[in-house]
């Protein structure tokens, strides 16, 4: 047997930054289960366990809805359970999964037909007909039966549920429902979603057939706590790789996340946002540049990240902008002060832009209506001025293009402080942006 | 493929390019799930993803979500371009499948990738759009903006491709749009966003020099250019224009030399020879007034004078009584109602304090045109015709040809029949043109000029 080559950071060559890699990226991108779970939503998770426990063995039938955030580990919990579940051969050979997405499923007859590819009956289904939708299902289930006429439990998972409410007569959810709360076969129907009113969304028959079982989950997270999870995220198990470049790595990994930088970027995103998955966020750069010729987690990459997320988007754009836009914008910001609440167009505009290139401009070039036009024209496609609604746009109703009304859609913070950055600035312009022209 | 070799290919994007590679990684790696890639027309948005992700050279599909206006063309192309089987005279056109939901895109992506023994590579998808997705898997769209238009739970199932298919998918979205406005209601999960930046004034001058041809000096090229850019950079910063208009221009430029007025060293000369004909071309190639092939050959002979432009062109002749309706309803739309009996009564009373009424705080040629009844129109028309005219169905029917002629508007759809509102939709420019021809003069008649 070869000896494993005992290796650290230094030392560790492409193939092995591959697979650290490898590991890292998993974690981060592709939500996969973090390894200790201990201690999060505890009794959330043995509220659930519980409920498909006893779905699986006594045959109870049952619903609950799973309410949280966007990113606050719905899923991750779902799926964790049901992989702890999948070890016990007494309820994993005891129960059947039906996984739903209000995203895909978009209507019922779709949701009917995965169901019934995910129970594999499409030979029994073949081509009979059904006069209702509760007759099909009934029919799915009875042909699960088993020889001794025991029902074989369900166990639906319903991601997107508010979706689900939004289709029509709320068929399914009724139908499902229903059976939970009447037929023989042991059903559990369990819904994900992030709207806290979701229970309002449902009819008054749906809903006094719900359970009223909701189970929230909220980010619970405290700071210190949010910080734990990034350094389970980073830490590599011992028995990975060699066992020196491990322990380096792990060490590396707890001095980096207290350098004073990373700790105050985390809880600058901490602060905007509490869910795991926006702390994660910064750690893709860094951990996506790690390499034989860069093998430390960089605290410069960390700002990038962070810049990358935080930016203002609008401002950026702006900053694309030609010096001709720029004015026209600074016209609208103006008229839009001036005459607070009317309609604004284009006409308006480039007298205004006339009046300032006229009087006050020595450098800017004046441009013709035409131009003018293409440009603000430009700005509409970007989205920062649109048209208000009903103005004419369409066949019918077709005012000149020049008369639309419109509506900026900058605030007049941003256009000032664009032109502040912007490079090649005229100096006329940065004054034109904080003193209107006198009428 | 070598990212080393790129960087004389590539100017100027050197931290989005290494972004990006150090995102997607090796293809066995797992990538983020959605990258969302903003920054105005041409700033190398789709080159540079197309580039590097041809370059992984993993499974991918290239969509742009303007040719896909309805999901299923979506669908079946991000198919067709992964599984290799796009509609051709070869296999009789067929497609890989059908495929009308999103149901059913996500179980066949699934059912492609298990059999191509792709789980281990990413695969890419890149619509493109205004909005455009890339699939690739790795995927990219391009054009994104478009995706927004359809369905509502179609942008949040490509960005959450990866998790709902179980596979190492990256959709790239491109798009000239921001985030905030593509992000509605649940459901959406948050890509990575990479800025690409407008390129700066010297950026563009390095990467326009790459067009230089190959009887002159890069030097020479690149003066010639930042004087271009002297003329054209307040106005325009987008490189594609900006290279089709140097290179169109470039021959003008390079005459005096040709003919041996001037040699390459006199900067001056060569400036004075092209200045006023970038300003011409400013207002006219620039706008599309004349196209491009036009230009090359005003540019060639020097005698020969510009053809039209399109806006001057836009000259409708029209019949007698169409010409003084269109006046009629031009005066109704930018006349108060209420200085109508001062225009147009015969016997009118004193006209009171005309100063004061003149202060209207904006002027109608600021606001545009008001909406006008009919019968409006039709007393102001009876009026300014000196004939006497009999409101046949003639002319009527001359207003709503007017009408689909759009040079009218009909406002309201409702009421048909009954006091039908319009409003007028031409120019001063036009409509004194068209007053012209049947001698009447219409400033004397509105309000703002009218002394």
Sequence with gaps: MVKKKEYGLKEADDEVWDKVQDLLRARICQNSLPENMDGTFQSQREHLTDLIRRCATIGESNSALVIGPSGAGKTMLMSSILSELAKDSKISGNILQVHLNGLLQTDDRLAVQEITRQLRLENTIKDRVFGSMAEKLSFLLEALKKDEGKSQSILFVLEEFDLFAHHKNQTLLYNLFDISQSEQTPVTVIGLTCRLDVVELLEKRVKSRFSHRQIHLFHSLSFEQACKVCEDALTLPLNYLSKKFCTEWNSHVKEFLQERIVENSLRHLYDLDKSIRSVYSILLIPICRLGPSHPRLDSADVLDALKMSSCDSKSAMLQGLTILQLCLIIAMKHLAELYEGSNINFEMVYNEYQKFVQKKSHSIQCFGKPVCLKAFEQLIVLELVRPVEGSGFTGAKLTPKEYRSLKLLVTPLQVVETLNSFSGCPSELKMWATNPLPS | ?451
């Design chain 2, 1 to 451: 493929m070598d990212p080393e070799n790129w960087k004389n290919e590539i100017l100027c994007r050197d931290k989005q390019l290494s972004i990006l590679l150090s995102l997607m990684g090796k293809n066995s790696q797992a990538t983020p799930p959605a990258i969302f890639i903003y920054g105005h027309s041409s700033t190398g948005k789709t080159f540079l993803s197309r580039k590097i992700i041809e370059a992984k050279g993993a499974p991918q599909a290239f969509v742009n979500c303007i040719e896909c206006q309805s999901q299923r063309l979506l669908y079946e192309d991000i198919l067709g371009q992964l599984s290799g089987m796009l509609p051709c005279v070869q296999n009789d056109y067929a497609r890989y499948a059908r495929c009308e939901t999103a149901n059913d895109f996500v179980r066949l992506l699934k059912n492609l990738i298990a059999n191509e023994k792709w789980e281990k590579e990413t695969v890419y998808i890149k619509p493109l759009s205004q909005d455009q997705l890339k699939i690739n898997v790795k995927q990219g769209v391009d054009n994104a903006e478009r995706l927004r238009n359809m369905e509502g739970h179609i942008l949040p199932v490509f960005l959450r491709l990866s998790e709902l298919s179980d596979c190492n998918v990256c959709v790239i979205l491109l798009t000239q749009i921001i985030w905030e406005k593509f992000n509605a209601t649940s459901g959406y999960l948050d890509p990575v966003k990479i800025n690409f930046p407008d390129y700066s004034k010297n950026e563009l001058l390095q990467i326009m020099t790459l067009d230089a041809p190959k009887e002159y000096s890069k030097a020479f090229y690149s003066s010639y250019v930042n004087l271009l850019l002297s003329i054209f950079h307040m106005a325009c910063r987008d490189l594609s224009e900006l290279r089709h208009l140097a290179l169109m221009n470039f021959p003008k430029y390079i005459e005096p030399i040709e003919k041996g007025d001037a040699t390459e060293g006199d900067a001056h000369k060569l400036w004075r020879n092209i200045e006023p004909h970038l300003k011409k071309a400013l207002q006219t190639v620039f706008l599309r007034e004349v196209s491009s092939s036009q230009w090359e050959q005003y540019q060639l002979s020097d005698t020969s004078t510009l053809p039209p432009l399109l806006s001057a062109r836009a000259h409708v002749e029209l019949p007698f009584y169409s010409k003084f309706l269109l006046i009629a309803a031009y005066l109704a739309s930018y006349n108060p109602a209420k200085s109508d009996r001062r225009f147009f009564a015969k016997s009118h009373g004193k006209i009171r304090q005309t100063k004061r009424m003149k202060k209207a705080e904006t002027s109608s040629q600021l606001t545009g045109p008001k909406a006008f009844q009919l019968e409006r129109l039709m007393a102001i028309f009876y009026s300014i015709v000196d004939v006497r005219v009999a409101p046949t169905a003639h002319i009527f029917s001359q207003i709503s040809t007017l009408v689909t002629l759009q040079l009218l508007s009909q406002i309201g759809s409702g009421d048909q029949l009954d006091a039908p509102k319009y409003r007028c939709c031409v120019s001063l420019d036009f409509i004194r043109s068209v007053s012209r021809t049947v001698n009447f003069e219409v400033m004397k008649y509105l309000y703002e000029f009218a002394a």
